[in-house]
């Protein structure tokens, strides 16, 4: 199956309160929003999502910079949208290459799977947002518990791929022959009320992907859809996400993907699949300057003993290992495990 249960992923319910029974899915949008920016601190570069959740945390950014809680934000658009949003709204703006390292980004999606993976992109904005999102440190996804999926796909809406406009029929039918087997039917958008194609931000088009099954391993699908000719980015996001904030009837739940902290120069954060956990790790270098910090929590001792001692015969560096929880109800470490 193309999703299952990640022992990476833990989750915890923030609020249980019952809400009233009148909220539209706006509200609950704009309470996971406003849960996301309690992640926000003074000092931060920012990616500032784009979406009908997004928009609502980039509007509480701006309420807390003019209330004086928060100082000194730089936010980083992920649209020309949310750019004029947040324009709009007095938050500074800067660029990737300017600050090519984010400390957080907030982000909507449109669906999320249950081991954090994303479908994003509906509004044609995937690549800005991969790039921006992929380039951040804590990535927070915001949603209503509508976009809660079994496996990405299973919406039955579109699993969108960015292609450029040179001959994109042709891009199209490859796209839809690579997942025939999933009952993939790959349609061209277009703009609303019409036939003229939909143009991204970057000046591409999209292709949307309805599939009627799940497409199965999605690293290999993620590869197959970038391998081809004419294809610029697609909109699943894999291991990006590394906390998931869920509104719903019944409260607000938080979901947490642990991973690699490392730090090389500027400092990045890596979160990976369970799958891509070595692959990685064997392309950082075989001498070096950083330390890997791997997080677990009593529950999953099991499983990360068993990583740790993988971790440690790949990069060779034992001193430079070191591990902890990530807080109550004890610390502990498998550092000399």
Not at 151 to 157: I, R, T
Request: proline share 5%; aromatic share 6%.
């Amino acid at each position: 199956m193309g999703s299952a249960s990640n022992p990476l992923v833990t989750s915890s319910v923030v609020d249980d309160s019952p809400l009233p029974s009148n909220l539209t899915q706006d509200d609950l949008k704009k309470l996971a929003a406003y849960k996301a920016v309690e992640y926000v601190k003074s000092g931060m570069v920012v990616g500032l999502g784009t979406g009908s959740t997004a928009k609502h945390a980039v509007a509480r950014i701006s309420e807390l910079l003019r209330q004086g809680k928060l100082r000194d934000i730089i936010g980083i658009p992920t649209s020309t949208t949310t750019h004029e949003q947040a324009v709009s709204l007095g938050i500074p703006l800067s660029d990737l290459d300017s600050h090519p390292v984010v400390d957080l980004s907030i982000d909507g999606a449109d669906e999320v799977d249950p081991a954090l993976n994303l479908v994003k992109g509906r509004g044609g904005s995937l690549l800005r947002e991969k790039m921006v999102e992929g380039a951040s440190k804590k990535f927070v996804v915001i949603v209503d518990e509508s976009k809660l999926v079994k496996h990405l796909g299973g919406s039955g809406l579109a699993v969108p791929v960015e292609v450029v406009p040179f001959c994109c029929d042709f891009t199209r039918g490859k796209l839809e022959e690579l997942f025939r087997e999933a009952g993939c039917k790959a349609k061209l958008r277009v703009k609303s009320g019409g036939e003229t194609a939909a143009v991204t931000d970057n000046g591409n088009f999209v292709v949307d992907l309805y599939l009627e099954r799940d497409m199965g391993d999605l690293e290999a699908a993620s590869e197959a859809i970038l391998r081809l000719p004419g294809v610029v980015e697609h909109g699943m996001f894999l291991g990006i996400a590394t906390t998931l904030i869920v509104a719903g009837k019944s409260g607000v739940t938080v979901k947490d993907r642990f991973g690699l902290n490392c730090k090389s120069g500027p400092e990045l954060s890596l979160f990976y699949r369970t799958n891509w956990m070595l692959h990685t790790v064997a392309q950082l270098p075989k001498h070096p300057p950083f330390n890997i910090m791997f997080y677990f929590t009593v529950e999953q001792r099991k499983f990360y003993t068993e990583a740790f001692h993988s971790l440690k015969s790949v990069v060779n560096q034992p001193d430079y290992i070191v591990g902890g929880d990530r807080g109550p109800p004890e610390r502990d470490s498998i550092s000399d495990v």
